[in-house]
C-alpha cells in the first residue's frame, strides 16, 4: 500500500558543518515516502554543496531531495518560498542544524495523525536539546505535555505561555490543512521567524496531539542562526521587536476570529511584549531601557510592583539587584517543585 507522502521543508544559511545530520537522519527514516525541499538563504559557506552531494543517496532510497537557492531574506521568506514547492501530504519543517532523533520518528508523527479524530491536524513530539559539538544532553522540553492537547495550546503558543515550544522540527501537520487556512501566503521579514505562522492559524481552529517521546533532537551551538544570530541589548530588541510584528500580523491574518476576540489579543501581546522587554533589559543590565520599558508597562504593572522596581532602577547597581531577585525566585521555585514530585 502507497503511504501518502511527507515533505521536509528545512530553510538553510551557512550550516555547512551541520546540515548533514539532518540529512543522516531523514535518510535513516524507515518511512517510505519523503520528499525534502531545501531553501538556501543566501549562504556563504559550502551548505549548498554539502545538500547537493546528498541527492543521489535520497534518489537511491526512493527519496526526492531538492535544494533552492534565494538571496539572503530571513527563514521566514524561505519558508514562505518553499511552502510554493511541497507535494506531500503531511508537512513537516525543521532547521537545517538540528535532527531526528530515532529512524521512526516521521513513522510516529505520521501515525498519530491518521489515527486521531479530525479537530486533531497536528501533531508534535518532546524535543532532545544538546550541546555543540560533543551532543550532550541538555535537557528535553514537552515533558508537561499531555498527550492530547485541548484548545487553550492556541493562546499558549500565541502568547509562549505554560511551556509551549514552537521547536519546528518536532511538529507535523496535514500541508491541505496549513494551506486551507493560510494559502501559503504567511507573514515574512529578514528578521522573523517561522512558526508562529504556521502554528497560530492551525490550533485556532484545531487541536494538537503530542507523542510524547523525544523524536527529534535540537543542537545548541552559540553560532546557530535561529538561536544565536542576536547577542546584546540593542538586537535583542531588534528580535523582539520583528517577534510582536509577526504575532499581530499573523493574528490579522486569521480572518474568522471576532473583532473583539482579535482586538483584546493584540492588546495582550503589546502588554506581554513590553513585559518582556522590561525583563530583558533588566537582564542586560541596561538601566535606562529598562527605565524605559518601565514606563510603558506602568499602566498595567501592580502599583507595588512598580514602585518596588521604579526604585530598584534608580539606585546603583539597581538592575544587579533585580535579577539577583530574580535568580533567587527561580531557585526558590525549583526547590519548590522538586519537594512536591518527591512527596
Not at 506531500?88 to 519543517?93: C, K, M, N, R, V
Not at 486533531?120 to 560533543?134: A, G, I, M, N
Not at 503558543?157 to 511551556?163: M, V
Amino acid at each position: 500500500m502507497q503511504r501518502p507522502l511527507v515533505s521536509i521543508l528545512t530553510p538553510m544559511y551557512n550550516t555547512e558543518k551541520y546540515v548533514h545530520r539532518l540529512l543522516d537522519s531523514v535518510l535513516a527514516q524507515d518511512y517510505p515516502a519523503i520528499e525534502m525541499v531545501v531553501v538556501d538563504d543566501g549562504s556563504t559557506d559550502g551548505s549548498r554543496a554539502v545538500v547537493e552531494s546528498y541527492v543521489g543517496r535520497f534518489a537511491a532510497k526512493g527519496y526526492a531531495l531538492h535544494c533552492f537557492h534565494q538571496p539572503n531574506s530571513g527563514q521566514s521568506v524561505a519558508i514562505k518560498n518553499g511552502l510554493q514547492r511541497v507535494t506531500g501530504a503531511y508537512l513537516a519543517w525543521p532547521d537545517s542544524d538540528d535532527f531526528y532523533t530515532t529512524p521512526d520518528a516521521i513513522s510516529k508523527m505520521v501515525r498519530a495523525l491518521e489515527s486521531s479524530a479530525p479537530e486533531f491536524q497536528l501533531v508534535r513530539t518532546q524535543v532532545r536539546y544538546v550541546q555543540d559539538p560533543s551532543l550532550e544532553l541538555l535537557r528535553i522540553e514537552g515533558l508537561d505535555a499531555r498527550e492530547e492537547e485541548d484548545p487553550s495550546l492556541f493562546e499558549d503558543c500565541l502568547f509562549t505561555l505554560n511551556g509551549f515550544y514552537h521547536c519546528a522540527g518536532s511538529y507535523l501537520v496535514r500541508t491541505a490543512v496549513l494551506k486551507d487556512l493560510t494559502g501559503f501566503d504567511i507573514y515574512s521579514e529578514k528578521n522573523a521567524g517561522q512558526n508562529w505562522q504556521l502554528l497560530v492559524p492551525i490550533l485556532y481552529r484545531y487541536r494538537c496531539k503530542t507523542i510524547l517521546e523525544p523524536l527529534f533532537t535540537v543542537v545548541e551551538r552559540s553560532a546557530s542562526h535561529s538561536r544565536g544570530q542576536y547577542s546584546g541589548y540593542a538586537r535583542d530588541v531588534v528580535k523582539k521587536e520583528a517577534y510582536l510584528r509577526t504575532q499581530r500580523a499573523t493574528l490579522e491574518r486569521i480572518a474568522d476570529i471576532p473583532e473583539d476576540k482579535r482586538a483584546r489579543y493584540l492588546k495582550q501581546l503589546q502588554a506581554l511584549s513590553d513585559r518582556r522587554m522590561l525583563d530583558m533589559a533588566i537582564h542586560r543590565n541596561n538601566r535606562a531601557g529598562a527605565l524605559e520599558w518601565l514606563r510603558r508597562c506602568k499602566d498595567g504593572m501592580d502599583k507595588a510592583e512598580y514602585r518596588a522596581k521604579n526604585i530598584c532602577l534608580h539606585l546603583p547597581g539597581g538592575t544587579r539587584l533585580l535579577n539577583a531577585y530574580k535568580d533567587l525566585h527561580h531557585r526558590l521555585y525549583l526547590l519548590k517543585k522538586s519537594l512536591k514530585k518527591r512527596a
